[in-house]
């Protein structure tokens, strides 16, 4: 009986030795680690080729030209002619032949001269407006004119050839000349009202860079000039 009990205690004790392996192999299967599911879902990192950058080149600026400026003759400077020798050799004088007066003072040329009265335009810098003509290089008959306000009065006459007058007097004196000429034919087509810019003339000096050369000679220049207003 002894023997028998002590046989069956021995079978129970193995039972249990090999359960407890027995469950001791399942908990090592099923602790072993599961891969990362990090790992496992770790997505490919993005290409390292940016994509390519948009485009340098940018929209053509506009352009740097500006519209054409308006003409100025659409409300702005008035038009003024090429300019021409205006012939002044004299100051205030109405006896000397050939020549082209400039009268701040009361008119003295004689009627046989051209006198053309100038007034200052408002507004206007060396410009001036004709208000009144006498002509008496026809007949020598013509009056003088009246001074303007802050104006004045140009004066001219042709001059005579006295060597051809008096032929044989060596002290005889041509007082024509093609300066004095041809101007004077310009001014006898001015009319009243006519516009005109002015320059180089200070009323008094003299406008000539030949001083020591006499008026009516033909190396003679005169510097001032005159330009009509359209």
Known sequence: MKKLAFALAMLIALTGCLFALASC???ETSSTPAESSAAASETPAASSEEAPAASSEE???ESSEEAPAESSEEGGDPVVADAKMFWVTHYNDGFQEGAGSIFTENDAA???WLHVAFKPVDGAENTYEITEITN?????SAATVSMPEGGFVWAANYGNDYPTINPGDPNAIDFTSDNCSNFINYAATWAVGDQFVIEGVDFE???TSTPDVKWYEAEYICTATIAEVK
């Open 59 to 61: 929209a053509p600026a």
């Open 25 to 27: 192999g399942e908990e």
């Open 110 to 112: 004689g009627g046989w």
């Open 205 to 207: 000096n003299i406008p």
């Open 136 to 140: 008496g290089l026809a007949d020598g």
